[in-house]
């Protein structure tokens, strides 16, 4: 397949190559071949209009027709073949195993979509009148789902695939009935124009309105300020720092007609390790904690960040064991250099701290590498340092020494929203696990008891959001079923005649 380097705006290939901009190649640390456009207002504008229009046909199209759509797009991304996983490694510096599994995850949230409309999963709720009631006859009332309109989403750089161009927030809103501006995030143009290429051959496939989906290419901001203002997008979809999040939220407030915005913005996943398990585990669940820290370089939503425990005699052989695996690890590539330059000024930001100590770093290699580190504090330290309680984008970890149960419930009071947050222990710790669990239940998601937190399963039951920062909506999940109800709003029938109800509420 050949890269364009442009903009598709409803069907058509545009854009001026001639003040264009390249991805780096994150191994090489080089700027690539490939030219890419930045997207002309007009061109925006162009595809933000063709998508309020294709709304009308394409939301009203059968569940079933758009079960198809779904899976057609899959199989287009599968045909791509190599050239796909070629293209994300070098952009991202990913390896292919990691490519060639976020591209299965990718096509399978299609097909999960898929499986959900064709089995009637939105159909709605039918509350059957009753004459006879008293003193009020009660009314036929029947509860369905509207899709929103059009929604912008905005790519995520550290999921090339599964969170980009035809990832959750896509793959969800088109299954609502709602077409897709996606702006594509700059790190890895190449890969989100191939996978824009197969999505536009399953419109042609399946006879759909072009409009439907666009692809906005550019690393001008005013692009992003554009889309987010225009009046037509009715819901944004982002997954990103919280210092752009919030400035996209304070955009969105400024609206004449304020919209959703479902941003996932920033988590530290916070482990606590039990007495009991650290005397008999400490070990082992040192070395998979730091397996899991490593995984990906750190830049996983769901990295374990901070580890919390009261400190005793076995914490020694945890802190060693930890530190040991830590100075084992090998420099790896990051996303971007941008990325690589901020995760090494966050280290040297907590080395400059007092109180904080650095118990290990990883090895070095180049610069634009991540080096693993590793450091240590008191819950003073920590709750007097504003620095150490936001997420660092990388290999990085903070254990928190605590004195007793009290200092423990004091941590989980300070902690900010979270994805997920993890409690390891054994049956003898159960009175304590119970106390934190409760309380952590408050704070995340997702609660986990004895596995880490990297890796989320696409399924029904899945929650990936929390309380802020972790998501900008707390009721709400970018993955699994339940986040097609981002873009979906309730519409209540009232004594409607059957001709006028939707097929699913008739």
Known sequence: MTISGKNLIAGEWSGDLTAGFSATDAIRNQAMKEVFAQASKIEISHAIERADQAFVSYSQLPATARASFLRTIGEQIIAIGDELIDMACAETGLPALRIQSERGRTVAQLGLFANLLEQGEYQGVIDVADMNRQPVAKPDTRLGYLPLGVVAVFGASNFPLAFSTAGGDTASALAAGCPVIMKAHDAHPGTSELVAQAISRAITLCGIDAGVFSLIQGKNYQITSQIIMDPLVKAVGFTGSQRVGMILQQQIHQREEPIPFYGELGSVNPQFILQDKMANDGRILAQELVASLIMGQGQFCTSPGIWAYITHESCSTFELSASEAIQATTA???????????????????????????????????????????????????????????????????????????????????????????????????????????????????????????????????????????????????????????????????????????????
């Open 332 to 506: 790896g590539v990051m996303l971007t250099p941008e990325i690589a330059n901020s995760y090494k000024q966050a280290v040297a930001t907590w080395q400059n701290i007092d109180g904080v100590e650095l118990l290990a770093k990883g090895q070095a290699d180049k610069t634009h590498f991540c080096q693993a580190a590793l450091f240590a504090t008191d819950l003073a330290t920590f709750k007097a340092n504003k620095s150490l309680q936001i997420e660092v984008f990388g290999a990085c970890a903070l254990m928190l020494r605590l004195k007793d149960q009290q200092e423990m419930m004091e941590l989980i009071s300070l902690l900010k929203g979270n994805l997920t947050a993890s409690i390891h222990a054994t049956d003898n710790d159960s009175e304590q696990s119970h106390a934190i669990s409760m309380a952590l239940a408050h704070k995340v998601g997702r609660l986990i008891y004895n596995q880490m937190p990297t890796g989320v399963e696409v399924c029904a039951s899945m929650n990936h959001g929390g309380p802020f920062p972790a998501s900008t909506d707390l009721r709400t999940t970018s993955v699994g079923s339940e986040a097609i109800k981002r873009f979906q709003r309730p519409i209540c029938y009232q004594n409607m005649p059957k001709e006028l109800l939707p097929a699913q509420l008739q």
